[in-house]
Every structure is written in structure tokens, then in C-alpha cells.
């Protein structure tokens, strides 16, 4: 798909997690990356001969920000909700869910890990890398929500979308009838809702907003990639469903006789080989959290 001030750039294995895909603005006398996780090579290709002036980041996730400190010179900016993290990473540690499972310590010592270029590595989650650390030294600007930015000739409006993160949201281009839905992605594995800033039922509260948009085009942050405003629609009752079959699942467990704390050894969103990487292990507990407060609540 082909828009005239818009390129799509795929990071690797189709932007497979913890990779994402990017898009490069081209505002005529201004050049801006959005979410620079598509990856070092890729994004210096894509990149050329033009100077990137500007770096926006719908949310504070590793995928999302890993190639920020590749545009040094760059603006910084992220929701205004988020933004002190690039210079507290103890709000990463806090918001991510380090702080609600492993402690104060267990954020103090995954600062120390990331500061750390020649850190031993996680066995499946980007949770030592040191781009956590590279990418986040710089105090971000801050954009407004729901209103039109003009970047150059690129017009385009922040659209606030909690649940994934509190200050998660997508950027719709109304000119080129675009919306880049980010980690509203469809992808097979379901809606990632796992922090401790996030929320089950705001995600399915904004997926449908985003929905509702007067786009053409939906392009997911992950694998999915490019989809008509037909599929997208399809895809997204199919997607959403897969929390209610993990809720499903969770209460068939209850009832089996399973204590709450029981659950995550039977993997209700990883597997206990993924749990053996501390972060996998650390939103699943918190998966489970949330899905033990929706019961009550529903």
C-alpha cells in the first residue's frame, strides 16, 4: 500500500515481537520516525539521505522505543501521560509490573541490568537489553491527544487508546485515511493487557473507538500488518474474543478446584517454558490478576 507522505517499515519476521513496525513521515522540510522498533538496519535503509528531525513513540514498550537513541539529534516525543519515564526508568519498573512482583529491589536491579551494555540476557524477553537504557536518556516533548499535529505537510491527530498502557495511543493520518493501531494488532496470540498500568476493559473500550474511525486503512503494530477497514473490522470480534476465552478458561480452572495462585503453572497466556525468562513469569501473575479483578467485577 502506497501513500504519499507515509512509509511502512516491517522489522524483522514481520515485526514479530520485540520487534515493531515503524513509519517514516516525510513533512516535505520535516522528517519524523514514528516508533522506532522495525530495528537498526532496517531503519537506517529506510532511512537514506534524509535527516531525521523529529521521533514519536505512541508508548514507552521496548518494541516501540528500542531505536530511539539511533536519532541523536532528533526531537524526542511520547504521550504526555508516559513521558517521565525516558528519565525515571523506576516509572518503567513501576508501570511494567517489575515494582508489583519482584519489589523495589527487583526495579533497582533491572536499572542496573539495562545500564549495563554487557549484561547476561533474558532467555526470551528484551528485558536486559541495553537499548532500555539508550533510548531513554533523553527528557521527551510532549504531544496532545485527540488534537491535529501538523509535522511539515504530515497531519496527523494522537488518538488516546488506554488499556494496552495508560498512555497508549494511535496516530491517524485523516488525509492518507490511515490509522497505525499498534499493539491493537490482531495478532493470533490476543490483546496484551499484562502491565500494571494496563486495563482489560479500557483495551476493549479503545479497540472499538479506534474502530470507528473514518479510516480506510488499519496497519497493526505487529505481523498482522496492512488491513482494509473490512478486515479490520472482522479481525478485531475474532481478536477480542481471545479474552474472553482466557477468562473462560481461568473460571473452568476455579471450578476444576485450583487455587488462584495455582493458575500460572498452567499457563493461561505463556507457556512454562516462556515462564522461565522472569518477565513471562511476571505478566502472567499479573494476566491472572486481572482477569481474578474482572470476575469480580463482572
Known amino acids: 500500500m502506497f501513500f504519499e507522505r507515509i512509509r511502512v517499515v516491517t522489522g524483522p519476521d514481520n515485526s514479530k515481537f520485540p ?5 517514516f513521515l516525510d513533512g516535505g522540510d520535516v522528517t519524523a520516525v514514528l516508533d522506532t522498533g522495525a530495528g537498526q538496519n532496517i531503519l537506517a535503509h529506510a532511512k537514506g539521505e534524509n535527516r531525521v528531525e523529529i521521533v514519536i513513540n505512541t508508548h514507552y514498550h521496548f518494541d516501540h ?5 539511533l536519532f541523536p539529534d532528533a526531537v524526542l516525543y511520547l504521550n504526555q501521560l508516559e513521558a517521565e519515564c525516558f528519565t ?36 526470551y524477553s528484551p528485558a536486559n537489553r541495553h537499548e532500555w537504557w539508550l533510548s531513554s536518556r533523553v527528557t521527551a516533548k510532549t504531544y496532545d491527544y485527540d488534537r491535529e499535529w501538523q509535522i511539515g505537510k504530515v497531519k496527523v ?6 488499556g494496552h498502557t495508560r498512555g497508549f495511543c494511535c496516530p491517524f493520518f485523516p488525509d492518507e485515511g490511515l490509522v497505525y493501531t499498534g ?14 498500568d ?14 470507528q474511525l473514518d ?10 500488518g496492512m488491513c482494509s477497514r473490512s478486515q479490520f473490522l472482522f479481525k478485531l470480534e475474532e481478536y477480542l474474543a481471545k479474552i474472553y476465552k482466557r477468562q473462560e478458561r481461568l473460571v473452568n480452572l476455579l471450578n476444576s478446584g485450583f487455587l488462584p495462585e495455582e493458575i500460572p503453572q498452567h499457563g493461561l497466556v505463556y507457556s512454562l517454558k516462556l515462564q522461565s525468562d522472569p518477565w513471562f513469569a511476571m505478566w502472567e501473575r499479573l494476566c ?3 482477569h481474578l479483578e474482572w470476575l469480580k467485577v463482572e
Open 198 to 211: 494496563s486495563n482489560i476493559e479500557d483495551f476493549v473500550t479503545s479497540a472499538r473507538r479506534i474502530a
Open 157 to 162: 491527530r494522537m488518538i488516546h487508546a488506554p
Open 88 to 123: 525515571d526508568l523506576t516509572k518503567v519498573g513501576e508501570w511494567l509490573g517489575i515494582r508489583e512482583i519482584y519489589g523495589d529491589e527487583g526495579v533497582k536491579a533491572w536499572i542496573e541490568k539495562v545500564a549495563t551494555p554487557d549484561c547476561v540476557q533474558s532467555p
Open 215 to 224: 479510516a480506510a486503512w488499519f496497519l497493526t503494530g505487529h505481523q498482522v
Open 65 to 69: 522505543i528500542r531505536g530511539n537513541y
Open 19 to 23: 520487534a515493531c513496525t515503524s513509519l
Open 288 to 290: 491472572v490478576r486481572k
Open 183 to 196: 499493539d491493537i494488532d490482531l495478532t493470533d496470540f490476543g490483546p496484551w493487557y499484562f502491565g500494571s
